[in-house]
């Protein structure tokens, strides 16, 4: 069964990690293009810290500096007094143990106090607590004589912190209403004065460099398991017969008769449009034969294996519609039957020269909107 790599995709108009600088402020950045979605806004610094809306905190924390396992003697080395976020003092008793792994010490501490989760590194005592934050605070009591056997400092106060600052989206006055450029703008300024930002975000259709406002993009997709995404059958038909109508004829240098003169026709005066649609519709006839021909080769003389559902068997019907939105649209509809007798249309847009068009305008003549029925992806 013959296949061809998927390359007509729906644009998601996703802008990845654009690289932006802070303005003079330090605290804002102004994406390229409007922002469509605040929930698609990913922010990371520095190519390095993922920095969401929230801002990033980080939990008042420590450990100890000597390696267990311990010696706990009851009433000597196996007290612990803490306070944790200006609360009560929290007192915990450890039995009398010998060689007592960090880790089985992590387990009885946590267990014994709130707002502290104590942990294992290896053979070390670490701690950290609930909260996270500078409001996050832990106090060790100068009472406590575990600390000694561990190698904590007591009498001493632990503090959460503010690792990057929350930030908000803020509109930008000086922009169009309809696509304003929307600014992330942290809570503060960042401390760096080299820091940057690397922004995901999804865009409007009109800003979109992806695929330029068509909607469409022609680009290959990879599956989760790294293979090519596919088309076969009914979505192999209509890929191709896009590929065969909408080509310039004589861009393919190899195969000169490869594509149509669409282009060319649709530009012409639309006085002269019940010529122009008998000549595209001869026109679209004549490829349709070529490449039922190609198709017929492929499965007689190449011997290669042609499904009914991908073989190009009738071209039913072609018409062209001027749009009664856009006079400058004009919309070319193909209905084909294939060899299984399964009917497959097909309707694309194409929007006339404009005067602007000559100045490099990005609405310029072209594939304008499209729409697919019954297909079918493989990936």
């Not at 021909?293 to 007689?300: D, F, G, L, P, W």
Request: charge should be neutral.
């Amino acid at each position: 069964m013959s296949f061809d790599r998927q390359i007509d995709q729906l644009c998601p108009h996703l802008v990845v990690e654009e690289l932006l600088l802070t303005q003079f402020d330090g605290q804002t950045f102004i994406p390229i293009r409007p922002i469509s979605s605040a929930g698609s806004v990913l922010v990371r610094l520095n190519g390095a810290i993922e920095a969401p809306s929230t801002g990033v905190h980080a939990p008042a924390q420590s450990g100890g500096t000597k390696e267990g396992p311990f010696n706990i003697t009851a009433g000597v080395n196996s007290r612990l007094v803490l306070r944790v976020n200006e609360g009560a003092a929290q007192v915990v008793d450890l039995p009398t143990a010998s060689r007592m792994p960090a880790k089985q010490m992590a387990e009885l501490l946590t267990a014994a106090v709130k707002g502290v989760q104590f942990s294992a590194d290896r053979n070390f005592l670490k701690f950290r607590s609930d909260l996270s934050g500078v409001d996050a605070k832990i106090y060790i009591d100068a009472a406590s004589t575990l600390t000694t056997t561990v190698g904590i400092k007591a009498n001493r106060l632990y503090r959460g912190r503010q690792v990057v600052p929350g930030w908000t989206l803020v509109n930008d006055p000086n922009t169009l209403l309809d696509r304003p450029v929307r600014m992330v703008v942290f809570d503060e300024p960042l401390r760096g004065f080299q820091d940057f930002a690397e922004i995901n975000y999804t865009t409007v259709r009109q800003e979109c460099r992806r695929c330029g406002g068509l909607g469409v993009e022609n680009d290959w997709r990879y599956g989760l398991d790294g293979n090519v995404a596919e088309v076969r059958n009914e979505a192999l038909l209509i890929q191709e017969l896009m590929k065969v109508t909408y080509s310039v004829r004589g861009s393919n240098p190899f195969h000169s008769w490869y594509g149509t003169t669409i282009i060319e026709q649709i530009g012409q005066k639309i006085s002269t449009r019940g010529i122009i649609q008998n000549a595209i519709t001869s026109d679209i006839n004549t490829t349709f034969n070529r490449w039922q021909s190609i198709k017929r080769q492929q499965e007689q003389t190449v011997g290669q294996f042609v499904s009914d559902e991908e073989f190009p068997f009738r071209l039913v019907r072609v018409t062209i519609d001027q749009s009664q939105q856009d006079p400058t649209v004009m919309f070319v509809n193909i209905d084909v039957q294939n060899r299984s007798f399964k009917p497959i249309q097909l309707s694309r847009g194409l929007r006339l020269p404009q005067p602007h068009d000559l100045l490099g305008s990005t609405q310029a003549q072209g594939v304008y909107r499209q729409s697919l029925q019954d297909f079918t992806l493989v990936s």
